[in-house]
């Protein structure tokens, strides 16, 4: 066995020398090769690709030079071709299949820091029902014999004994990578290559990008807009400058403390309000009469289809996603801090309360249970750790169990409870059933939700506490192609913004009332709640109901349009990456 690896590893070095100007060939057409295989492999259309190489040949032209460029760096430092073309080759083959998949159950294009939900990997193919199809085998079988046939001719660079003239090339193409793509004269290159660079508002205009650049110049762009674009520190920020922009304090009005229940339930959206829907009017029978009884309005969320985590962040934190730039995973942006995070259960907690936080499903998805740790809830409560009998509707946690455990924790709290839920039960895939479509098998689980309001409602009318609940769907949910449900409602680039909105209801069992007449952001909700209870307002708090009055909608997803607003700003960097300066002398947020 020994001599047949010596004699194999010999016929791999005479090959270097041997097959030369072939082994050139290799590496020179490597990046293009590589280029049309990953296209093609998220693509699965040989017209598509076709069409990509006629129509957008600058664009490609692009994605081989920038290749190009990180495999002659890979070659320089390693100076075997094979690793040189298999290492980024196979990075892009996995983001090819990613982008596939991720586009299929969510309606969104892979951006870099996707990387985040590396760790939770088994769970996203389960929400996007993979399968490989016969595309993928084909493709997977020709990325294999390539790179077996790259391995057996062996290619190397002539000038693999000149370590100095080999790191002055590597250094070269490393800060050409940069200024490409991490730098303004990012954009500058982009339009010489005709790359579509203009900011996208919403998942439609973000569609209309990725068909024009598709997976490698798409995924360079973006990285560029995360990279420029991230928060940075204000200019002059200091506790003083926080300060000054805060309101003061105001006291409570009420002795009264209430509980308090905030359900962010997923993917629930009433689709009567979209143009071109069928009635549904006996999906949503329970959730008009809750909303009768309470309060009804109309907030933006900052996400369609996925990332459930930004609108779960606003209103924990009533801080906007367009202060971070609209980051996929505005949790991780969080440093570790010896004190809690500025949420508002250290708000109740102050105030108080029992904390409690809800999520039917797995602790680790999101990291939350690593990261909500710091957030001053008492208890996390995730799938395995409910102290009342749970049922399932399909493949999770139903939401008439997760009520279930809301009614548990206000009965058995000692204290008004503070209790955040996000609820599971509408997750996708909407595809499971094939007798009916996406969009029926959607709506099913909108009645089951509607039923579990009703049992909620009767429950907390014959709990003898004051109780105040917010209940919000998280986004509009994702159909997959083949669903024409925005279609019917002649959704597009134009009037996505409608994606955005959803209704929310305010509803509680001791007469407390307010009218919501404008549209608000979602991050202003958790304010509004303190408001309506006649709580302490903090002068966080305080200074965020001011910025309602005059800055009521704050979402680049709403519009690009909206200008930025210097308090929001400042108090989301604050709260976020800085000092927390906002916070008060007594520790409230």
């Not at 890979?74 to 290492?87: M, Q």
């Not at 016969?134 to 997977?140: K, L, Q, V």
């Not at 309470?294 to 367009?322: A, D, H, Q, S, Y």
């Not at 519009?559 to 930025?564: A, C, G, K, L, R």
């Amino acid at each position: 066995m020994k001599q047949v690896v010596k004699r194999f590893r010999l016929q791999r070095k005479e090959n270097t020398t041997k097959y030369y100007k072939l082994n050139q060939v290799f590496l020179w057409t490597s990046p293009l090769f590589l280029i049309l295989l990953c296209e093609f492999n998220h693509l699965q259309d040989f017209g598509a690709l076709i069409g990509f190489i006629v129509h957008d040949f600058s664009v490609i032209l692009f994605d081989t030079l920038l290749l190009g460029a990180v495999i002659l760096t890979v070659l320089c430092l390693v100076k075997s071709g094979f690793i040189a073309t298999f290492v980024p080759g196979l990075f892009l083959f996995i983001i090819s299949f990613v982008e596939y998949y991720k586009y299929q159950s969510s309606g969104s294009h892979f951006i870099l820091t996707d990387l985040f939900m590396a760790g939770n990997t088994s769970q996203l193919m389960k929400f996007a029902g993979v399968q490989l199809n016969a595309y993928f085998i084909i493709d997977i079988l020709i990325f294999i014999t390539y790179f077996a046939v790259i391995f057996w001719f062996n290619p190397r660079i002539r000038f693999a004994q000149k370590p100095l003239k080999r790191l002055v090339t590597a250094v070269s193409c490393v800060l050409t990578v940069s200024i490409i793509v991490a730098t303004p004269v990012s954009n500058f290159v982009y339009s010489a290559f005709a790359l579509d660079n203009e900011e996208a508002s919403n998942n439609y205009e973000c569609d209309d990008k990725f068909k024009k650049n598709n997976l490698i110049a798409y995924l360079a762009q973006t990285s560029t807009e995360q990279i420029l674009n991230s928060p940075e520190e204000p200019e002059s920020y200091s506790e003083n400058e926080i300060r000054k922009e805060l309101q003061p304090a105001k006291p409570a009005v009420s002795d009264q403390k209430p509980n308090v229940v905030m359900i962010m339930s997923e993917s629930f959206a009433d689709f009567r309000r979209l143009d071109g829907i069928p009635n549904l009017d006996e999906y949503y029978q329970n959730f008009d009469q809750f909303a009768k009884e309470g309060i009804c309005g109309n907030c933006v969320v900052p996400t369609f289809g996925n990332t459930t985590v930004r609108t779960e962040f606003e209103l924990m934190f009533g801080l906007p996603m367009k202060s971070l730039n609209d980051s996929t995973s505005p949790q991780k942006m969080l440093p570790e801090r010896e004190t809690s995070q500025p949420t508002f259960a250290d708000y109740y907690k102050s105030q108080g309360y029992s904390t409690t936080y809800i999520h039917p499903f797995l602790n680790s998805f999101y990291d939350r249970d690593q990261i909500y740790n710091n957030y001053n809830f008492d208890e996390l409560r995730f799938q395995d750790d409910f102290k009342t009998d749970t049922t399932k509707f399909r493949q999770y946690i139903d939401d008439k169990s997760d009520f279930n455990e809301i009614i548990s924790c206000l009965k058995q709290s000692e204290q008004p409870a503070y209790v955040y839920t996000s609820t599971m039960q509408n997750h996708q895939p909407y595809n499971l059933d094939s007798g009916m479509t996406e969009f029926e098998y959607y709506m099913a689980g909108i009645q089951q939700t509607d039923q579990a309001l009703a049992m909620l409602m009767e429950q907390l009318k014959q709990l003898d506490e004051p109780t105040i609940v917010l209940f919000v769907g998280d986004h509009y949910p994702y159909f997959t192609d083949s669903s024409d449900s925005y279609d019917l409602a002649d959704i597009s680039t134009e009037n996505a913004y409608v994606l955005y909105q959803q209704p929310f209801v305010i509803w509680n069992n001791y007469g407390a009332s307010r009218n919501v007449e404008q549209t608000v952001s979602a991050f202003y909700l958790p304010h509004l709640i303190v408001q309506l209870t006649g709580g302490e307002q903090t002068p966080f708090i305080s200074t965020m109901l001011d910025q309602m009055q005059t800055t009521p909608v704050y979402s680049s997803n709403y519009s690009v349009e909206i200008e930025n607003n210097k308090v929001l700003d400042d108090l989301t960097y604050d709260r976020v990456l800085g000092k927390i300066y906002s916070r008060d002398s007594v520790n409230n947020p």
